[in-house]
Nanobody, 122 residues
Framework: VQLQASGGGLVQAGDSLRLSCVAS????????MGWFRQAPGKGREFVAA????????YYADSVQGRFTISRDNAKNTVYLQMKGLRPEDTAAYYC????????????????WGQGTQVTVSS
């Protein structure tokens, strides 16, 4: 599975952005998908995940209520809608594909895309 993320940019605090991640390969619709982020000088952290079907979603506490993950299996695409952005959301955002249809925090994704930078100014 190859993953191509896009949609990052420079925004002001309180603004919104939508990230997209297009996956290649026939098995996209049978994989849980996730978004992670990595800020400068920090480790990569989980942001959100979505099962393939039913599309149950999971969020880090820091983004709960502000970010929404969704997927369009017909387009092999997963989205991350981000609202109420804060300077602490500044990071490179990575999409990821799991090897199973259902998300679990007990294991890491099997595939990673390249990062898309999100910078939030105060």
């Amino acid at each position: 599975v190859q993953l191509q993320a896009s949609g990052g940019g420079l925004v002001q605090a309180g603004d919104s952005l939508r990230l997209s991640c297009v996956a290649s390969g026939r098995t996209f619709s049978r994989r849980a998908m996730g978004w992670f982020r990595q800020a400068p000088g920090k480790g990569r952290e989980f942001v959100a995940a979505i099962n393939w079907s039913p599309d149950s979603t999971y969020y880090a506490d820091s983004v709960q209520g502000r970010f929404t993950i969704s997927r369009d299996n017909a387009k092999n695409t997963v989205y991350l809608q981000m609202k109420g952005l804060r300077p602490e959301d500044t990071a490179a955002y990575y999409c990821a594909a799991y090897s199973t249809p259902y998300y679990s925090g007990s294991y890491q994704p099997a595939y990673w895309g390249q990062g898309t930078q999100v910078t939030v100014s105060s």
